[in-house]
């Protein structure tokens, strides 16, 4: 059973917006940091955005800044991803996951991952 659960993916028209969530299945889960990546058919798990656990710090990839947000809600222990301006291009499964550091950029640096929700963008 994943330990961390995405919700808030879904079908949006070019040039829409989505919010992500993730969050932990257990109320004790704890990490350092927590990340979003993403999965096109075909492709590998691509970096987007990483949060620290306080959510004092974040780091988001080249290829969506200006577009997504990452941020966390420590009340409700649940972490975001803010996606606007949707391109075809963003089509993806978009998975949650856990690090033991922060700024950890590539899947082997995390070791607790979702299930993933998908993510699609056409016109």
């Known amino acids: 059973q994943a330990q961390l659960v995405e919700s808030g993916g879904g079908w949006v028209q070019t040039g829409g917006s989505l919010t992500l969530s993730c969050a932990p299945s257990?109320?004790?889960?704890?990490?350092?940091?927590m990340g979003w990546f993403r999965q096109a058919p075909g492709m590998g798990r691509q970096f987007v955005a990483t949060?620290?656990?306080?959510?004092?710090?974040?780091f988001i990839s080249p290829t969506v800044r200006g577009r997504f947000t990452i941020s966390r809600n420590n009340a409700k222990n649940t972490m975001y991803l803010q996606m606007n301006n949707l391109q075809p291009e963003d089509t993806a499964i978009y998975y949650c996951?856990?690090?033991?550091?922060?700024?950890?950029?590539?899947?082997?640096?995390?070791?607790?991952w979702g299930q993933g929700t998908q993510v699609t963008v056409s016109s």
């Open positions: 996951a856990a690090a033991r550091e922060f700024a950890a950029v590539t899947a082997s640096e995390y070791y607790e």
């Open positions: 257990t109320r004790t889960f704890r990490s350092y940091a």
């Open positions: 949060i620290r656990w306080s959510g004092d710090n974040s």
